[in-house]
């Protein structure tokens, strides 16, 4: 299938494998690229533990880019994760140097400003995609010079934005108020999701849950089980606190802006259910410890869960769409199922006319 944004980033199908923490490896980004979509590396790729070290952090992510190089030769992209506050920029300053230094050809920049890093990226030569949530962000990003923005939709797995607007009410309205490619994220699971994205005037679509369950995605067994049993009602959309947002509002770093708060989508489980019920513990906790490290054993308990399969007793996210994953296929089965879905959607609509 061709659109814009397949001629813009030399790929044959317009599937990107969203960003997933830990768990969107080279193997995985890959691929994803070789199966003719485009893969992307996300942040603490492969990793089995948590490390402080931005030094580290940076030497680990070069090692998933060169092993993702060796693995294809087609275009793949890495996630920078734009940092909050003093600590974290560092994080991100340094991942973006190796980036530039490895010469990757994709970077997909998400939850924060497009002005901290599109011009540094484009220097360098790269094709930059900015992850938006509502339509005044991609006019943002699209005033900073970006090639493309995905349009994030509430229904999507991870942070999804402050709004909680749905794709399938931000796409269209995206589309309208900029001349770039978008590309849709959030509820796209199969080749009826993409051809309606299509339809929506999106030019691609960008998927985390559906390649969770996956033959080659890392995340453990568990973590799998739990997308194939999940229904429509098995995720939530939880509200959190970001200090770098608060600034924004003039609101200082002090405390948060209850309506400037961002959203988490995570599965309802017993351990979301308590929390829910007992008042004292706000959602910032749930988020805070779940990336946390534990020094006693080099973890968190995002890692944990995702790559150890300890499922219990801690939050997991993931999107709506869950509900219609019933297997797991490899990501070159999917592309080619959901590349012939979208045509049967064709075929249908034109029997419509
Ligand atoms: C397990 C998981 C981890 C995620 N980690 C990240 C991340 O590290 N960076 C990011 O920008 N988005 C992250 N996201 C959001 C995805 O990149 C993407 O926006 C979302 O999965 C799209 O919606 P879908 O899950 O309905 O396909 C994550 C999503 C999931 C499900």
């Not at 030399?10 to 969203?18: H, K, M, N, S, T």
Request: proline share 4%; net charge negative.
């Amino acid at each position: 299938m061709k659109t814009r944004l397949t001629e813009l980033l030399g790929i044959e199908q317009p599937i990107v494998l969203a960003s997933m923490a830990w768990i969107t490896d080279a193997v995985l980004a890959a691929t994803v690229s070789r199966a003719g979509g485009l893969g992307t590396i996300g942040p603490n790729p492969g990793m089995k533990t948590v490390t402080t070290d931005v030094e580290e952090t940076g030497e680990r992510l070069r090692q998933q880019i060169r092993t993702c190089r060796e693995l294809t030769d087609r275009p793949f992209a890495v996630n920078f994760v734009v940092g909050v506050g003093g600590f974290d920029r560092k994080f991100s300053d340094q991942c973006v140097e190796v980036g530039i230094e490895e010469r990757v050809p994709v970077a997909i920049v998400s939850q924060g400003s497009p002005a901290v890093y599109t011009r540094r990226l484009k220097e360098a030569g790269m094709k930059v995609i900015h992850v938006c949530s509502s339509v005044k962000h991609v006019k943002k990003a699209e005033a900073e010079g970006v090639d493309a923005v995905v349009a994030s939709g509430t229904e999507g797995g991870g942070h999804s934005g402050f709004d909680q607007i749905t794709t399938l009410c931000l796409v269209p309205q995206a589309v309208d108020a900029i001349g770039i490619p978008v590309i849709a994220g959030g509820g796209i699971g199969d080749g009826r999701g993409l051809m309606a994205a299509l339809s929506l005037g999106a030019e691609g679509v960008y998927m985390g849950t559906r390649f969770i369950a996956t033959k080659e995605c890392p995340a453990h067994p568990r973590i799998k089980e739990i997308i194939l049993e999940a229904s429509d009602t098995s995720t939530i959309a939880v509200r959190h606190g970001n200090p770098s947002h608060s600034k924004e509002t003039g609101a200082g770093n002090q405390g948060f802006v209850e309506e400037r708060r961002g959203s988490i989508r995570l599965v309802l489980n017993d351990y979301l259910r308590n929390i829910l019920a007992d008042r004292s513990v706000g959602f910032d906790d749930i988020f805070a410890t779940a990336e946390t490290p534990d020094p006693n054993t080099g973890s968190n308990r995002t890692v944990a869960s995702f790559v150890f399969g300890q499922v219990d007793g801690t939050s997991i996210t993931s999107g709506q769409i869950a509900g219609l994953i019933r297997d797991i296929p490899s990501c070159e089965e999917l592309i080619r199922r959901m590349v012939s879905e979208a045509s049967q959607v064709l075929g249908r609509l034109k029997d419509l006319s």
